[in-house]
C-alpha cells in the first residue's frame, strides 16, 4: 500500500508539472500570436495612413491645379499693404461659405 501511495504522488506530481508545461506553451503560442496580430494591424493602419495622406495630396493638388494663388512678396514692405490683403482674404472665405451654404440647401 505505501508503494502504490507513492507512485500516486509521483504521479500526481508529474502530472501537474506536464499540466504547468503544456498550459505555459499555449500561453507562450497565443502570446506570441497576439503579438504578431498587433504588430499587422499597426503596419496595416500605418500603410492605410499612408494611403489616405497620399491621395489627399494628390487630391488637393489636382484641385488647385489651374487656380490661381494669391503670391504675396514680404520683401517689398512699401507696396504690401497687409489690413486690404487680409480683407481680400475674409471676402473670399465668406464668399465661399455662402457657395457652400448654397450647395448644401439645394442638395437636401
Known amino acids: 500500500m505505501t ?3 507513492v507512485r500516486s504522488f509521483f504521479v ?3 502530472l501537474a508539472e506536464s499540466i504547468g508545461e503544456s498550459f505555459e506553451k499555449v500561453l507562450t503560442n497565443g502570446l506570441s500570436e497576439l503579438g504578431k496580430f498587433d504588430a ?5 493602419l ?3 495612413t499612408e494611403e489616405v495622406m497620399s491621395r489627399a ?3 488637393q493638388d489636382a484641385a488647385m491645379e489651374g487656380r490661381s494663388t494669391i503670391s504675396v512678396d514680404f520683401s517689398s514692405s512699401s507696396d504690401l499693404d497687409l489690413q486690404a490683403t487680409i ?5 473670399e472665405i465668406a464668399q465661399l461659405r455662402t457657395e457652400l451654404q ?5 442638395a437636401a
Open 57 to 59: 495630396e494628390r487630391a
Open 40 to 44: 499587422e494591424q499597426r503596419e496595416q
Open 12 to 14: 500526481g506530481r508529474v
Open 3 to 5: 508503494n502504490s501511495l
Open 87 to 91: 480683407d481680400d482674404l475674409r471676402a
Open 46 to 48: 500605418r500603410q492605410f
Open 102 to 106: 448654397r450647395y448644401r440647401s439645394q
